[in-house]
């Protein structure tokens, strides 16, 4: 059999199939009891109370900032109030925030976790900053307990885009459960996918319930007891999962543990036949673990030696051809997309001098969710040092 290594394999097991044909077979397709049951079970997962699924992590991030500007939320952000964000970022983490009528202030990141530490966030932190983006990259996180307590003595609201890192846990706490808002991606080649679907995690009942109205079209079927109203309470978007996708987290979650087991042990196991490959020269720098953190990965990020990183572009479509795929890490130095051209956002391109590193000299590959066979772990180790 030709030999493939995709970004991820063979997501579904047949149980998620068939959790997912019993809905359809129930004929109730749309929100209902099933998201309401996978709610519960990912509360209980990640410990946190208020947890609320929607259709995308991009929802979850669009819900946490329209939570933050609601007119309902006491202490509301004001239009053209900032929010630090770093420039290695998805665009989904960024557009948010200039959706909700804030001004997104890049930062770089630390080369280490891909993400700001607490020098940077204190660096760039000035009396407009009222908001902070942070991005918890590819299952890693940086100082996120004192970032948090940074934040909070300063009166900053903390977003936690937690998109690429469920399953993670810093000192004890699961990631996805440090930001005011936090929010979690189910799409495909994740920790756990839903094919499509997010869940956005706060911690009170306050924000859950300005989160429910505007998670569907602004009524307060879901905060009301009475049933069926048309009564509208806030804003709205309709940003609800389908039960469908509810069912097939519901049993992803159940393997999830074991997964990320699965998962550590197809990375060290690469890693290690990599350093001890007779081709082994320091092509790569890994993307470690940051101290104190049990870490959930769905990848393995890259970043390209010095002495290799000239034959980046070539090495990458020889990957290409031989079914290795690869991508960026998140997308790079955001900075650099046509996007940011159609705004006026002030920043100047040298600051951002680790996010250029990791665009330029980085990417990463896939992780199978079922043990790698020795015989394929040599075969990928072996092209991947074929510069
Ligand atoms: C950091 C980050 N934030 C947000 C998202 C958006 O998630 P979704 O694809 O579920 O909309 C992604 C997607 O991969 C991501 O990597």
Sequence with gaps: MSFKYPLLENAFSNQDINSAIKVVKSRRLTMSNKTMEFEKKFSKFIKSNYCLMVNSGSSANLL????????LKKNKLKIGDECLIPALCWSTSLWPIV??????????????????NLDIIKKNVTKKTKAIMLINVLGNCSEIDK???FAKKKKIYLVEDNCESLGSIYKGKNLGTFGDFSSFSFYYSHQLTSGEGGMIVCNNKFDYRILQSLRAHGWDREI?????????????????PLDISAS???????????????????RDMIIKYLKKSPKWDDQFTFFESSKHLKPSWFSIPLLIN????????????RLE???????????????????IKLHKFKFKKKNFKNSQEIEDRG??????????????????TNYLLDF
């Design 248 to 266: 097939i987290a519901t049993s992803q979650l159940k393997r999830l543990k074991k997964m990320i087991k699965t998962r550590k042990y197809n």
């Design 99 to 116: 959706q909700s009528g804030l001004v997104p202030k890049f930062i770089d990141v630390d080369l280490k976790t891909f993400s700001p």
């Design 224 to 240: 009301s007891k009475k049933k069926n109203t048309f009564n509208f309470v806030n804003q709205g978007f309709n940003l609800r």
């Design 64 to 71: 946490a900032f329209f939570a933050l500007t609601n007119p």
């Design 147 to 149: 970032i948090r307590q």
């Design 306 to 317: 010095k002495k290799y990183l000239n034959y980046k572009k070539n090495f990458l479509k």
């Design 363 to 380: 990417f990463f590959i896939g992780l199978p969710t079922k043990k790698i066979k020795l015989q394929d772990i040599k075969r990928l």
């Design 321 to 339: 051809k031989n079914k290795i795929e690869t991508r960026p890490i998140i997308s790079g130095n955001f900075i650099n997309q046509p996007a």
